[in-house]
């Protein structure tokens, strides 16, 4: 009887550490992990899951947290890429950054409201001062260290060339929250008419209404031409004099590639190599 118990035991053994076996072999893959900008997040996300299908050995993880997170996550080898969604500011330094995709800021409002332009005295107005325009009486901004705040702030200009960056704080009337996402969700929310945002264009769906700033459409065409004047840099980071893995050197290899230019220009997005 005692027999019989221990085989059965030791089969048991011998068939789960057979399964843990093929379990783990099935799991074998090199990751290379990106994190830093969530307005670049979910593009980077669309190319890291078009260069799996073709490398089935390695996986790509891609982490938000904002601009602000990828610079020190470079700086400190926390990552093999960072992402930012602004230039580099003369602080960043020990960090190589190249151009992926040029990309336009797209100010939002709720489907339901009736704006449809705004100047940047306007946009300045309502940050700066809290200057309502027309029935919009809120807004909403990025967190510190967000690429797409840093941008924002930096672009919009009033007639007297004061900058929204140089505004010593922001009106009452404005809140703030940390990912694109999360301002596309507040915007578009059922009787949210009095607020207005701003967002990554290549994030703009039909949930929301894209303004035109100075009269000028929020477009792919206009930032090419240089009529709309809300763009910047989609930027990928690697931290200098540091040997990028196999891994990270083919992801980085597909991204500037044809095929990794083409779904950025799919997504929205101006690519960086024409």
């Known amino acids: 009887m ?98 992926i995709a040029t ?38 901004s990025r967190e510190s260290g967000s690429g797409t705040r840093g941008a924002f702030d930096e672009l919009v200009k009033n007639s007297e060339g004061k900058t929204l960056d140089k505004a010593e704080s922001f009106a009452k009337c404005v809140q703030t929250q940390n990912s694109t996402g999360a301002v596309i969700t507040q915007i578009s929310t059922a009787g949210n008419t009095n607020l207005i945002g701003y967002i990554s264009l290549g994030s703009l769906s039909e949930k929301v209404k894209a303004l035109k700033y100075n009269g000028v459409e929020a477009t792919v065409a206009n930032i090419e031409s240089g009529a709309y004047k809300l763009s910047r840099p989609f930027l990928l980071l690697s931290k200098e004099g540091k040997t990028l893995s196999e891994a990270a050197q083919k992801f980085h290899d597909f991204i500037f590639s044809a095929e990794g230019q083409a779904i950025v220009e799919k997504d929205g997005y101006i690519k960086a190599v024409k």
């Open 103 to 140: 990309d336009g800021i797209a100010i939002i409002v709720n489907t339901g409201c009736t704006l449809d332009n705004v100047t940047p005295d306007e946009v300045y107005g309502l940050y700066a001062e809290g200057t309502a325009i027309g029935t919009v009486n809120a807004a909403i």
């Open 2 to 99: 005692r027999s019989r118990k221990f085989m059965a035991i030791a089969l048991a053994a011998v068939t789960m550490g057979t399964l843990a076996a093929f379990a783990s072999c099935g799991s074998d893959k090199t990751t290379v992990t990106l994190s830093g900008s969530t307005s670049v997040q979910p593009l980077m996300e669309k190319l890291g899951a078009a260069f799996e299908e073709a490398h089935g050995d390695i996986e790509i993880v891609v982490n938000g947290g904002g601009s602000g997170v990828g610079v020190s996550d470079t700086q400190t080898d926390k990552n093999d890429f960072g992402m930012a969604s602004r230039e580099l500011k003369d602080s960043e330094t020990g960090i190589k950054a190249e151009k």
